[in-house]
């Protein structure tokens, strides 16, 4: 059955579909402040029984921060509204939330640094810091100019939280010798090397097992405490334990993406050569250590050329600590906010010489690949500029008030590669991928490539759910590389399977795969990356009480070999609307305080179905070399949408936009 049936037949097995007799039902017990010292915890399972920080793992992860490092439980000082204090449990669920209540807590209220740019100057949050910066770099190479023009402009993209319809859930259960469970994850392996880390375990003694999993977009790569906090009540009580996310839980404690700022300034001449790029990326990383804040100014940084060739570029990257949830990767994560930065520049400088901003692109675009100053390898962007301008329509701009456009790169998270593993068994064929699919239909992929390959039907071969026990190793679904890496591993893997069959009976036929019984093991090791281009462009309107609907969204993407062209355009259209939400409303805001203002999906700017708009999908299907042949999809539409509509909303209105979303005041 494939899995969209399998879904509208309500048959899936999502973590809190999954019943056990005798289950604990977990609840955590949150700071009410976002920054105080705590005087008392009394009650549940709370630091005083179990004192560890959280292992950084997951797309983006780094460690090394042993003073900021987020604990499973806080002590002595809670840093976050809504970090965790206290977990309580009962055998119903309703009884587990009225135990919220009877742990005390007794809190000094302290102010909260919230404003990443004010937490430059303001104190340390945490002891063993000289400041709140937990990252700073300066990139590139300082250069001397004496361009006719010189730009200059600030921008911000506010955070977002990732909000998939199922939020975050767990079961633990401890067998007295193997500790299990069961989650909604990007990846098993992050998982297990998580809760390895985090409770001092071998990786033989934990097993973990995906669920079904209702959309992710970066948060649930990671490790959280409420994961550990399961487990070690699961090995506590040995009982099968379960939690499962609120939705407010998820806006106040998940980890949200962007939370970017930048200081730009370009300069150029006069026929709109951009000679060079200098500035400062500012990254709101949240509280603490171990998410993606800490390495994601650098990242936006190492992107903001684009697929331009700019020979002259200097930015320092920072990173800074602030009294809200750690920064986590979203869709996209770093990349559409490298994109939208460089792209309100040009269409700046466009503006500034009065000309047509594709002409100002592809006067900046390059003829041969090219090394950025910042390290970026691009390949020739200027063909595929020139491919887009006609495949999305582009009218020139003087005889258009309502459109805007944007160019990007993608760069997808390639290394170190993939695993995967083929089995043939009672006359099937089941494959695991180290990248686990939640949500975007990678069986679509695995079942072409296996019927390309060996030669069997596809309705004969199944992809299975994450198993961290089905395979010896992997990596994870995110970055845009599931089907570059995971494709090219199931290819490899196939071919090394027919092999084994021939050597083993002599010759190859999809029959004596299907009656025998074979298993191969492949991790196709990256160590290189392969970056792509991009295009969208965006036709809107605004109404008299400001109201901005987006009338059109076009999309060109050079995908590479397309291996499920149904999957390629949901992930598109899809990725479309994220892009749209993040541009008109999605946000994450607190008061001075750090008190949430919104607390809701409603009150997030989450879409409805009002946006509906029309969609052109087009596709630059220029193989890559690697064994899948495909290149990088799934973040493409909310690299290039946010950008192609605040250029279009300016253009309409008059107004600059540096903000996402974006606030007008026109009347």
Known sequence: MKSEEKFVRGMGQFVDDIKFPDMLYMSVVRSDYARARLLKVKGGINARVFNHSLAAVGEGAMSGFEKAQHMVFASGFVNYLGEPIAAVYSDDPYKSEDLIDSVEVDYEPLKPVIDPEKALASEPIHSGFKSNIISEKWMGKDFKTDSPIVLEDSFRNNRIVTNPIEPRGVIANYDGKRLTLWIGTQSVFSIREGICGAMGLSPENVHIIQADTGGAFGSKGGLYPEY???????????RPVKWIETRREHLMASHPGRGALAKMKL?????????????????????????????????????????????????????????????????????????????????????????????????????????????????????????????LGYVPFDATKDTGIALFVLVPASQPGESARIKSEGGRIRVWLGGNVHGQGHEGFVRRIVNEELGVREDLVDLEMGDSDALEDGVGAWGSRSAMMGGSAVTVAARKLKEQVRKKLGSYSAAKLLEGSFDIYEFFNYKDSYNSFGSNLAKVSVDSYDRIKVLEDRSYYDLGRVLNRQMVRGQIVGGNLQGIGQTLSENIEYDDDGQLLTGSISEAGLLNSEITTKYTVKLDETPSDLPSGAKGLGEAPTIGTPSAIARAVEVYTGKRIRETPIKLSLH
Do not use: W
């Not at 906090?229 to 040995?238: F, R």
């Not at 936006?300 to 949830?325: D, M, P």
């Not at 994109?339 to 900046?364: C, G, H, S, W, Y």
């Open 267 to 391: 300069f150029a001449d006069r026929t709109g050569k951009i000679t060079g790029l200098k500035g400062e990326i500012l990254v709101d990383s949240g509280a603490y250590a171990g998410g993606t804040g800490e390495f994601s100014s650098r990242f936006i940084t190492h992107q903001i050329t684009g697929q331009y060739k700019i020979e002259n570029a200097y930015f320092r990257a920072l990173s800074v600590f602030t009294n809200k949830v750690p920064q986590g990767p979203y869709r996209g994560a770093g990349r559409p906010e490298a994109a939208f930065f460089t792209e309100r520049m040009v269409d700046m400088l466009a503006d500034e010489l009065k000309m047509d901003p594709f002409d100002v692109r592809l006067i900046n675009a390059t003829d041969k690949p090219f090394v950025s100053p910042m390290g970026m390898k691009i390949g020739a962007s200027k063909p595929f500029m020139i491919r887009a301008r006609k495949e």
């Open 228 to 238: 550990v906090m399961a487990s070690y009540i699961a090995m506590k009580e040995k």
